[in-house]
Each structure stands twice: as C-alpha cells, then as structure tokens.
C-alpha cells in the first residue's frame, strides 16, 4: 500500500511512478477495447484510486481483505492501482475510485459516523461517482440512520437510502445469499455476525435474497443504488466472491477482460468449498 497521504490526491500531487494521462501501456490490457471508463475522475488509463476508510475504527473482522482483492484483482489485469488507508483523524480524499469500510463495534461505529459526517469526504466522492463498498458497522452508517450502543438512534450519512436498528437477537453464521440478477454476480458466500434489522427505502434495492442466514430481517441482504453498495458480509466478502469484486472494478474502470484461469484455480476452490459448506 502506497505511503502517499490523502491530501496529495485532492492536491493534485501524485508518486513518481505516475503515467503521463495521453500514454496507453500495459494497464490497458485490463479493459476490452471499446469500453470507456465509467468512474467519476478519468485519469491515467492504468490507475486505480482505492480508499481504505477508517481502519482505526472501522476494520474489526478482517475486511482489509476487501482492498487486497481488489489491487490483486486489478493487477492480474494489468491496471495499476495506488491505495491508501485514511485513519479517522485524517481528511478523507474527494478523488478515489472506490472507498472500503469495514465493520466494527458499536462504539467505533458511532465516532466513525460523526467524523464522517462532518469530514463530509466520503459524502462528496459518492456524490460524484465514486464506488463504495460499505460492510456491516460501514453499511448501517452510510444509511440514514442505526442503532447505537445502546439501541437509541444515529444519524448516519444519508449515502444510501437504508435506515438499520438494533434487532433482539444476534444473527451469526454462515449466509448465502442470491444477487439481484440485474447485477450479474453469482450467489454470494460470506458470514454474518451483527444485530442490526435494515430497511430499504425506495431509493435503493436489495442486493441479494436470502437463502441461509438473515441479512437485512426481512429475508434479504444488503443493499445498493447506483455505485454504492453495502452489506453484512464478512469472509471477508471479496475473498469468497470475486464475481462481486469484479463488479466493483467494472463500476470504476469499465467493462474487463477476464483473469488468466490459471490464477482463477484456488479462488474458485475456496468458493465452492464455502458454498457446499452450507445447506440449502
């Protein structure tokens, strides 16, 4: 992961390995050749912006896991990527491809929120097109509202229209889950531990139905609208689904050729080891 801080992106300053915008190289094999780049700050054709938001608060259940695959994912492609952790006491940058939350307790959950809030970063880049991928304590904050540590409400950053509270019991476990077949993923693998019950509202749609496991309470699983996207899915959930991982890639740099199935071998073998572990 690169050192660079977030105020060099929103400066402008960028490492020195940084591409000249107009030079096609290698990172273009990572695209078919019609596709045009969907994200909301077309640069270089090789780079990858990728925001690690609050791990200091907000990476509990080994969600860093999420960027890895990603950067790989990218990688394997012939994109360059330039990734940076924002802890909680810095400036969230406006000018990322796609920014990851995690999940975490209640308490870092509810700090997360205000200084997000009043940051107003994160806001700001989903706002223009930036992809977000928000899992667990991230998707229940970037809704309208959720549950604190003692149940009473939260206001959340009002990024996707979901609204989550405090359930009576404890949803642990494995979970499959089927993807809205609008998206084009296949069934979803992950685990759950949370006590949240989220409702959508008309401004979003479920990601997922379930078909093991509670997810949302209501018999679906996460949620999305546009390029943001959140989830209860630990595993972590871009380990266990690539096809979801890939989504995200295609929603920041356009349409993508496919992984060398010889690096495919041992992603494919852990998930379908994780789906036939559990009974549907």
Not at 40 to 49: I, Q, V
Request: glycine share 16%; charged share 25%.
């Amino acid at each position: 992961m690169t050192s660079m801080g977030p105020a060099d992106w929103d400066s402008g300053r960028r490492d020195p390995g940084h591409r000249d915008p107009g030079r096609r190289d290698s990172g273009d094999r990572g695209r078919a050749p019609a596709s045009g780049r969907r994200g909301a700050h077309a640069r270089g054709p090789a780079d990858l912006r990728l925001v690690w938001v609050y791990p200091d608060l907000l990476s509990t259940y080994g969600d860093r896991g999420n960027l890895l695959v990603l950067e790989r994912r990218a990688r394997l492609r012939g994109i360059g990527v330039e990734a940076i952790s924002v802890n909680s006491d810095q400036p969230v940058p406006r000018h990322g491809d796609i920014y990851l939350l995690g999940g975490g307790e209640d308490l870092p959950q509810v700090l997360a929120a205000r200084r997000l809030r009043t940051d107003g970063g994160l806001a700001a880049a989903a706002g223009q097109g930036s992809v977000v991928l928000a899992v667990c304590a991230g998707y229940q904050l970037i809704g309208s509202e959720f549950g604190g540590e003692e149940g009473q409400p939260v206001a959340g950053l009002e990024i996707l229209d979901i609204r989550s509270s405090r359930g009576e019991r404890r949803a642990v476990g494995e979970i499959l889950a089927d993807v809205d077949p609008a998206l084009g993923v296949p069934r979803l693998t992950g685990f759950e531990n949370h006590q949240g019950v989220t409702q959508i509202g008309p401004g979003a749609r479920p990601l997922s139905r379930v078909l093991t496991g509670v997810g949302n309470g209501n018999g679906t699983e996460g949620a999305y609208a546009g390029r943001v996207l959140g989830t209860y899915l630990h595993g972590p959930a871009l380990v266990r689904n690539p096809g979801l991982a890939d989504l995200l890639l295609s929603w920041a740099v356009g349409a993508l050729l496919p992984v060398d199935p010889e690096y495919e071998a041992w992603t494919t073998r852990f998930r379908d080891q994780r789906l036939a572990a559990v009974p549907v």
